[in-house]
């Protein structure tokens, strides 16, 4: 089965740096690599996805990459807030022969913006 | 537009008692989801519907049901509950534009088993 692993469980980070968060998967890539934020007591909030043939994809101060020979994909925010400060989440689309089958989600990193 | 609801957001059950935690939408998804989520185990799949009538088990559903009589409702039964089974669930729906399978996530139901 397809096993996710996020870079580690907290990650502390200065107001204004780049806060950059590791996702790395095992097995098939998957068609679609996707980010999600959650907040304490709330569920999931989607924040970007990228394509297995898309190297980069940008949306304001959130960047993501994939890799997939590494089997990689990296979360980049630029000029971080203390607003940004929340848990992070890979997941992976997992196709089968009878379609989608569901996001395999990683543990998440909990990323704490230090003002 | 209310997206995902999903009732009650909190229920404590005694061991053996069964229930059923809600969940409806109102984007006409055809893909919805159940995951429960546990300190340091992350969220993992129980149970998932690719539409009306058709569901299909995820990575952790013993002990759980689900049906599908409608697009807009996928309710999760625990059929007698245990302590095993407190965590936080939370269903989601997706919609298949372009492929993408974006979720959307309700407020959780926080479950107590004692």
């Known amino acids: 089965s397809q096993k996710i692993e996020q870079n580690s469980e907290a990650l502390n980070i200065q107001e204004g740096k780049t806060a950059t968060l590791t996702c790395n998967y095992t097995?098939?890539?998957?068609?679609?690599l996707q980010w999600y934020r959650q907040d304490p007591g709330r569920g999931p909030v989607f924040l970007l996805l990228i394509r297995e043939n898309e190297k980069e994809k940008r949306k304001e101060r959130l960047k993501v990459t994939f890799d997939t020979t590494l089997k990689q994909s990296l979360f980049h925010i630029t000029a971080s807030q203390p607003a940004d400060s929340a848990t992070y989440l890979c997941?992976?689309?997992?196709?089968?022969?009878?379609?989608?089958?569901?996001?395999?989600f990683g543990k998440g990193t909990h990323l704490i913006i230090q003002p | 537009n209310a997206g995902v609801t999903q009732t009650p957001k909190f229920q404590v059950l005694k061991t053996g008692q069964s229930m059923t935690l809600q969940c409806a939408q109102d984007?006409?998804?055809?893909?919805m989801s159940w995951y429960r989520q546990d300190p340091g185990m992350g969220l993992r799949l129980i149970h998932y519907s690719v539409g009306a009538g058709i569901t299909d088990q995820g990575e952790v559903p013993n002990g759980y049901n689900v049906s599908r009589s409608t697009t807009e409702d996928f309710p999760l039964r625990l059929l007698s509950a245990a302590p095993s089974q407190t965590s936080v669930y939370f269903c989601a729906s997706s919609y298949s534009g372009q492929g993408a399978w974006e979720a959307f996530f309700g407020q959780g139901t926080r479950l107590t088993v004692v």
């Open positions: 997941a992976l689309l997992m196709y089968s022969g009878g379609g989608a089958d569901g996001l395999t």
């Open positions: 097995n098939y890539s998957p068609a679609y």
């Open positions: 984007m006409n998804h055809e893909y």
